[in-house]
């Protein structure tokens, strides 16, 4: 039986095998049923490709690669070789046993990229350690292409922040109106989180949140501001008639704790009311459902306001999604933009006592 000299440490054989998905190509090898037991007797699921050539197309389907074969020849060696060279599955690890004892057709297998390779009979204990190690392996490589993922997306997310944040820093020196600036960070909020809805809530000093800007580009909403059509909607109420902090709205609940706050579907969030938002809705025909709500904090970390987003679209099928929990720092950060250029508003309207 021939080893790979260097490959994957074999784990313990206290520790539990993972189950796994196996790709097994042995269509011309007489102890296949007697392979397969010993696969399956493991808990793992093994698929069987009807050849080479599909067990490559399907590589990346499985944790694992066995091709089993009279003698390793040209087919296995090339297979060998496109896997080696592939950029998606060259980590996927391939184990090859023969029916017959070739020690340098083994040995090439091996130099090609192999974890190993075996010649019947093989041993049970061995074959389960050395598929638990090269399960230990693919995982860890798993886990490295997810970090090298999410390193690449905050990457991304950082270079649309500064390009917004230069962009709006070039509009707030033209704009003098704090309003006309606030408009242009919804506006670019919405934009970067490909959503539908935005609100600006401002912070009365009668403990109200009262609404500033409504943005839905779905219904050509366009409410307050610069556009002089008036907000109908009636403030929240931070407090209640018992003169307790009143969670009862999603918003509300940003601006009393200084929380940001992330819904998935509001029709099935029974933490908060959205009893309006629902009328709102049956009114309209629309389907309010996922909401970002990010409190808007003054630089002596008072909750001065909201600013809150509303159903974000997937980008490739345009259905109403999640808010993407990457790009909420990069929203945060357009609050601290907005919570600023609000603090200077709320001051010029409210005065000096506003807090």
Known sequence: ??????????????????????????????????????????????????????????????????????????????????????????????????????????NSCLQLGAVDAWHWPVDEARLKARLKGCLAVKQHWQLLALNLDLTTRAKQEAERLATSLIDLGVGM???????????????????????????????????????????????????????????TFPPLKLMGEDGKPNHQYVANHAALTGQTVNIEDAY?????????????????????????TVPLKNERQQVIGVLQLINARDPKTGAIVRFDAAVQPTIEAFAVVAAAVLDAYRTSQLGSSAV
Not at 24 to 33: D, I, M, S
Not at 181 to 208: F, N, S
Not at 270 to 275: E, L, P, T
């Open 173 to 231: 020196v033209k704009e003098k109106d704090p309003l006309a600036v606030m408009e242009m960070i919804l506006k670019e909020a919405m934009r970067i989180t490909d959503c539908e809805g935005g609100t600006i809530y401002m912070r009365g000093l009668d403990q109200t949140l009262r609404f500033l800007l409504v943005r839905n580009d779905m219904l050509d909403i366009n409410m307050g501001g610069s556009t002089g059509k008036p907000i």
């Open 268 to 292: 099935s969030a029974g933490r908060f009311d959205f009893s309006g938002t629902r009328r709102f809705d049956a009114n309209t025909g629309y389907r309010s459902k996922s909401f970002l």
């Open 1 to 106: 039986m021939t080893t790979a000299e260097s490959g994957p440490e074999m784990p313990k054989e206290t520790e539990a095998l993972p189950e796994a998905t196996l790709l097994l190509v042995a269509h011309q090898f007489t102890p296949r049923e007697e392979l397969t037991r010993m696969l399956v007797a493991e808990g793992h699921r093994v698929l069987f490709p009807p050849s080479l050539a599909e067990a490559q197309a399907r590589i990346t389907s499985g944790d694992a690669l066995v091709v089993a074969v009279d003698r390793p020849g040209e087919a296995e060696f090339g297979l060998l070789c496109a896997l080696r060279d592939s950029e998606t599955a060259w980590h996927v690890p391939v184990i090859v046993i023969s029916e017959k004892a070739d020690e340098a057709a083994l």
